[in-house]
């Protein structure tokens, strides 16, 4: 269970950063709002799988409230699914 949380955090940071890119890409003069409509709806089912593997694992690793609230705002910020797995998912492997 843990290696398919590593992976979805994975995915779901890379997700991420690409669709702050086509966010980004988007406002320019040449771009187009495409790849945000691309990228939109697999990033939002791999925040919410993000999530939910984390409040089941959270009673399997017993994570204190502060690590769980940690391993959850990982998802919101931008590269924070990285850290997180360096820090705290990577040594439990």
Do not use: C, Q
Request: charged share 15%; glycine share 6%.
């Amino acid at each position: 269970m843990l290696k398919t949380f590593r992976i979805v955090a994975l995915l779901e940071g890379v997700s991420y950063l690409l669709l702050m890119a086509a966010s980004i890409y988007k406002r320019l003069p040449e771009g187009n709002d495409e790849y945000v409509k691309l990228l939109g709806m697999p990033h939002g089912l791999l925040f919410v799988a993000y999530i939910a593997f984390a409040i089941f694992l959270r009673s399997t690793y017993k994570w204190n409230s502060k690590t769980f609230i940690l391993i959850l705002l990982g998802s919101i910020l931008p590269f924070g699914t990285f850290y997180i797995d360096k820090k705290y998912l990577k040594p439990l492997a």
